[in-house]
């Protein structure tokens, strides 16, 4: 709806200050010319929104206005509960600032929507974390998040295969996967993921850098997630198995399907693709009979020969 429309453009300049017409369109999902009528409906009504032109130029919204707008939908008030993961809350130590938050969020809106909030809360609930619960700890996020929240350059000392590495570096930001920490920094004009629990010292300076301004950690770390599993070695097989075991390989994350035909036997024969040799036959002995290699003789000898082992310890304690 175009009133949301213009709201939201309203709370975008109050909070992040001057944007160009396409920033705004891409953000809003609008064309620019949208955007432009959008513009001239909210200076028609009264609001001090000023164009500046040139090169460094955009729309802004007078500093001296503030809405006090705080009414909020329920799909807004959902989002809000799915979005929020407790124990990474806690890792920051910033659990009780966003209880509190949310509920003078909730105080100022209407009875209806605290109504709904509610209802959502006891029906929904995210659990961020695997089913194996991580043994990793974080002993210096805290040093860390303060780092990267004042732009304090930060000196650590990391477990690096088998030695260790002292480094002074830019800290720009954190990423929680599950439960996993990692912190993205600059070292020397290079960019590098660093996962936390394996750093064995974090110290904060007293010098400060200037952050990038070309960076977004998302972006960053959507890209370097891809090149990581571009990285991952391959191991490509031909197998026979069950529906059932092609269900189960379906949803294993080290597992890649690449493709599969229907069997007259009811069986499916299927092009996959493993990390490696040795993970491959892992898998392939957990399926038991319900999982045949043809290809290639490699993993089919690998195979046997384990199984013959398997066979040959259960036999000698008979």
């Known amino acids: 709806m175009r009133a949301d429309r213009l709201l939201t453009i309203l709370l975008l300049l109050q909070n992040g200050g001057k944007m160009t017409s396409r920033s705004l369109a891409e953000q809003l999902e609008v064309s620019n010319r949208t955007i432009i009528r959008d513009m001239e409906a909210l200076c028609a009504a009264g609001l001090p929104i000023y164009a500046e032109r040139g ?13 006090n707008l705080t009414g ?17 809350l806690r890792d920051l130590g910033i659990k009780r600032h966003f209880d509190a938050a949310y509920q003078k969020l909730l ?18 609930h995210v659990d961020g974390l695997s089913w194996h619960p991580s043994d990793e700890s974080f002993p210096y996020l805290s040093v860390i998040q303060e780092a ?28 929680a996967k599950r439960k996993v920490w990692y912190l993205v920094a600059d070292t020397n004009q290079e960019l590098r993921t660093y996962r936390i629990s394996r ?34 070695p391959r191991y490509p097989a031909l197998v026979r198995l069950t529906e059932q075991q092609l269900s189960r390989i379906q949803r294993d994350r080290y597992v ?8 007259e036997d009811g069986w499916r024969k299927a092009q996959v693709e493993f990390h490696t040799l040795e993970s491959a ?19 089919r000898d690998k195979v046997i020969l384990e199984a013959k082992a ?9």
């Open 199 to 232: 750093l064995l010292d974090a110290q904060l300076l007293m010098d400060t850098f200037q952050r990038p301004a070309s960076f977004n950690l998302a972006q960053y770390w959507e890209q370097s997630t891809e090149q990581f599993k571009a990285r991952l």
């Open 310 to 318: 398997i066979c040959a310890i259960y036999q000698s304690n008979l």
């Open 55 to 67: 090169a460094n130029g955009g729309w802004v919204l007078d500093e001296k206005y503030r809405t």
């Open 256 to 263: 890649k399907i690449l493709h599969f035909e229907f069997e």
């Open 107 to 124: 105080t100022s809106s209407p009875v209806t929507i605290q109504q709904d909030a509610e209802i959502i809360r006891q029906r929904i």
């Open 72 to 88: 909020m939908t329920p799909e807004e008030i959902v989002s809000l509960l799915i979005s929020s993961h407790d124990s990474l």
């Open 281 to 299: 036959c892992q898998l392939v002995l957990s399926c038991g009979q319900e999982m045949v290699v043809l290809e290639p003789s490699e993993l």
């Open 148 to 175: 990267v929240w004042s732009d304090r350059q930060l000196f650590i000392r990391y477990q690096k295969e088998h030695e260790q590495v002292e480094r002074v570096v830019h800290p720009l930001g954190l990423v």
